[in-house]
């Protein structure tokens, strides 16, 4: 295999991170293989001074990279999969998920250790409607305030003593090698992760099964399963980055768990529910607790 594969990828760390992570993935299994990286800057990118819930959502960080796809500018496009909306425009699909990393939340502080250290009307830093509304619901006392950025960006923020704690994703913490900030893994009881948190995945041009081959080898059964399960789970909803829906799924055999939750950030209302059934019902299974949330009133909640 003599070729070039170009990867459309954002210029931030982390994602400079994921798109070297796959580079070196296919050049590992493909010695004659070059793959350069071609770094694109997004709208979401750009605007860093409005919640993402106000400005589209999280769609705004994927937009450019298609459109290069699509001009023959890439190949293929390397994404978070918390950032991927539920329905991929006509003309790509995802063509890989790889192995899942943490998909919890972080607390990080430099000065507390749990969000049960922090003082009362403490300062917590997060642009997550998912994180704010759980977060309410533990500890109705703080004080949250929006934090957009990049991760160096947001714990520099936090460094300059703008907030007495942020809250971040471990997996990307992890990759950047910022373990050492993590002062708390949130367990999904407190906090269930974002749908996709911890996974990468590469978009490709659909029906591009030359590529398709190519990154066959990358792909993550187990993960594939549970973001599959989750993501059907937030397209039942139509669930997008401005209102906080939350879908976490587990692997334990052949059986998949799934729990879902949907908040209003306003009112303080929680509503969760859980499924569990076979692997090979991961989105059907996703479609079903979607329903049951619906029948408990989620779209009302999700509408206000």
């Not at 900030?181 to 978009?203: F, M, N």
């Not at 792909?219 to 401005?242: F, H, K, P, W």
Request: proline share 4%; with cysteine; net charge negative.
């Amino acid at each position: 295999m003599n070729k070039t594969l170009k990867i459309a990828t954002r210029k931030s760390p982390l994602a400079l991170w994921q798109a070297e992570h796959v580079k070196a993935r296919l050049e590992a299994l493909y010695p004659a293989l070059t793959v350069e990286l071609i770094k694109m800057t997004t709208k979401g990118d750009q605007i860093l001074n409005s919640p993402l819930s106000k400005i589209g959502g999280k769609g705004l960080f994927i937009k450019e990279l298609e459109v290069g796809m699509m001009e023959g500018v890439a190949d293929i496009a390397v994404h978070s999969m918390k950032d991927v909306p539920y329905e991929i425009p006509p003309g790509f699909e995802l063509g890989a998920i790889l192995e899942r990393e943490n998909p919890f939340d972080a607390f990080v502080s430099n000065q507390y250790n749990s969000i049960e250290d922090l003082p009362q009307g403490a300062k917590v830093g997060t642009c997550s409607m998912r994180r704010i509304v759980q977060l309410k619901d533990k500890r109705p006392d703080l004080e949250i305030l929006d934090l957009r950025g990049n991760v160096n960006t947001r714990l520099k923020k936090l460094d300059d003593g703008e907030f007495d704690a942020i809250i971040l994703a471990c997996a990307g913490l992890i990759r950047l090698k910022f373990e050492d900030r993590i002062k708390q893994e949130i367990p999904a009881i407190d906090s269930l992760p974002a749908v996709g948190q911890g996974a990468v995945g590469i978009e490709i041009r659909e029906n591009d099964t030359e590529i398709l081959d190519l990154i066959k080898p990358l792909i993550d059964e187990q993960t594939t399963y549970r973001v599959s399960s989750e993501r059907a789970m937030n397209a039942r909803l139509e669930g997008g980055c401005s209102v906080p829906i939350a879908g976490y799924a587990t692997i334990s055999g052949d059986q998949i768990n799934l729990t879902g939750l949907v908040g209003n950030v306003e009112s303080g209302v929680i509503l969760k529910h859980q499924v569990t059934g076979h692997v090979s019902e991961a989105e059907s299974l996703g479609v079903s607790l979607a329903d049951t949330l619906i029948e408990m009133g989620a779209k009302d909640i999700l509408k206000v």
